[in-house]
């Protein structure tokens, strides 16, 4: 019973365009369900350790200023 959801939902799964949110660039293939949306967006190693660096800078920064 089990095996035959899976399958069923596997079916129903395109494939999209995996792309990096900041950067546009295309990661990969990923496959999604119909209400899942067009695009998976996410962020590439390089933007991610971007978006990292920001992340640490501004809560440091707040440091400073209390
Ligand atoms: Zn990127």
Redesign the pocket.
Same mark, same amino acid.
């Given at each position: 019973m089990a095996e035959t959801l899976k399958s069923k939902e596997s079916e129903n799964k395109y494939p999209v365009m995996s792309r /990096? #949110? #900041? /950067?546009?660039?295309i990661?990969g293939i990923a496959f999604m369900g119909p209400n899942e949306g067009e695009f998976s967006d996410g &962020?590439?190693?390089? /933007? &991610?350790e971007?978006e990292a660096e920001k992340i640490r800078e501004f809560k440091e920064k707040r440091k400073e200023k209390k």
């Open positions: /990096c #949110a #900041a /950067c546009k660039k990661m &962020f590439c190693p390089e /933007c &991610f971007k």
